[in-house]
């Protein structure tokens, strides 16, 4: 597939870490309003740069543009490609405003083309993982899931000063005024949706908490830095979503059963450590004790945690694994892996690729156009809120979504080949025996 991108800020690096791993993928060039940014990322990566936008949606070797610039830009930038006859893959949220969403879907499907979006580790190795354990029953009947996503005091971690290998700055005004809410809770959405269908009833909170986060003014300068959702699915599963720029980062994903628990610790990362804890009255118990609580090595003795799971792979799950051609000095080589071992590694490409895919074999997008609809509904509910804790109805919904295909043919079976550790079995009599007069 030939694309284009419209916007070369600070995630535009982000997507090229994977670039690499991605020969499917040929880019015809970029546009940004910004000439000496785009002639940066020109200079460094050796893209064409397109005059005008006007340029880009003219040149009939484009088939997809990828829409990177600030949210307020999506909905006009979307719309313009769209009816110039181009597939749109924009960056999360796809607008601020549900109607201007469902606007830009009906002008997709009237002019024969494809609208879909971020984020996409819907499609990674650790989400995977989660979807086939719950699919094999490792856990028995799903019914809870907890989901982090704690992205540290943002007014303690100089948002000012941070830069991408090519120098574009974060857009630290953009997403404190746009709030964590809209800027991240679909990370969570987009996995716990396509696993358990749409939510029907949403209990939502959200408020401003630290007044002064940055030197730079602000407008709006009271946008909601904490938010936390209770979601109430059709099947019976709730969850509650968590999202600040208040406290430590924290973001973690978990899927807690009537006999055990899958957790991810990061869903930042790809391929981030997937355990599987089938419950005892062993590994229950012990979580009373507190040295096992602050001792997860003892813990883990006693089955608290379970087990690593070998990770579902998938057809580019290698693509994080490296990072070639976006900085290169050894510093940033450095940088680069300890980034991808210890904090976050995400294929950004991911979602492009999927859908190139699904095109390329004239199959349905596995994210369909009501489920992205949905998706931005609920970050919307969620955002808007308020500090009265409300509870709403959304107005969308979808047809609940298959697994995708390769979980259905992925070897072993998650449930069966679970084995608790040995000291958890030695130790059941005992623990049984302690439970007793």
Known sequence: MKIAFVGCGYVFDI??????????????GVFDIDAARAATVSRHYGFHVYPSLDALLADPAVETVVNLTSIRSHHDISKRALRAGKHVYSEKPFTTELDQTKELFDIAERHGVVLSGAPSNLYC???GTLWKAVLDG???????????????????MQLEK?????????????ELQEGCTVEHVAYHLVWICAMFGPAVSVTAFSKHLVAHKTDTP????????????CLHFANGVAARITCTWVSPRDHRMRIIGEEGEITADNAFHDQAPVHLERFSRVSLSARKAYSVRTQPLLGRLFGVGGRRLPLVRRWKSYAVEA??????????????????REIYAQDKLLGIAEMARALREGKPQPMPPDFHVHINELTLLIQRAGHDSVAMQPQTSFAPMAPLADLAVHPGNYRSSYRPRLFERLTAGLVEALHKR
Request: proline share 10%.
């Open 323 to 340: 990072e070639k051609g976006v900085g290169r000095s050894p510093k940033h080589k450095l940088v680069s892996w300890l980034r991808r």
């Open 162 to 174: 941070v830069q991408s290998p090519t120098g574009a700055p974060f857009p630290y005004v953009e």
């Open 125 to 127: 190795d650790a989400v």
């Open 138 to 156: 490792a856990i028995g009947k799903p019914v809870l899931v907890y989901a982090e996503l704690d992205d540290n005091p943002a007014h303690l």
């Open 15 to 28: 997507y090229m870490r994977t670039l690499w791993a991605h020969g499917e993928l040929e880019i015809c």
């Open 218 to 229: 602000l407008s709006p300068a009271d946008t909601p830095d904490f938010s936390v959702a």
